[in-house]
């Protein structure tokens, strides 16, 4: 899971899943399945991300998983 990432989104009063969606232009299926890693987030779109919600941060932080 990625517990960083979403604990990020609630602190600012943002669904996830929904965020994800719309950044990445894609179904709630696959933004679920990002979300909970059962599919990769790729480099490219980790950046997408950080970019559009969260400049300052790095993506080590963003996206450190439980299984590390």
Known sequence: MLNNLKAEY???G???KDRIM?????SEKTARNKLTEKTP???AEAKKIRDADFE???LDY???TDAA
């Open 41 to 43: 987030i790729t480099i």
């Open 14 to 16: 943002v669904d996830p």
């Open 56 to 58: 300052g941060f790095t």
């Open 10 to 12: 609630v602190r600012k």
């Open 22 to 26: 719309s950044i990445l232009n894609c």
């Open 62 to 64: 963003l996206f450190a």
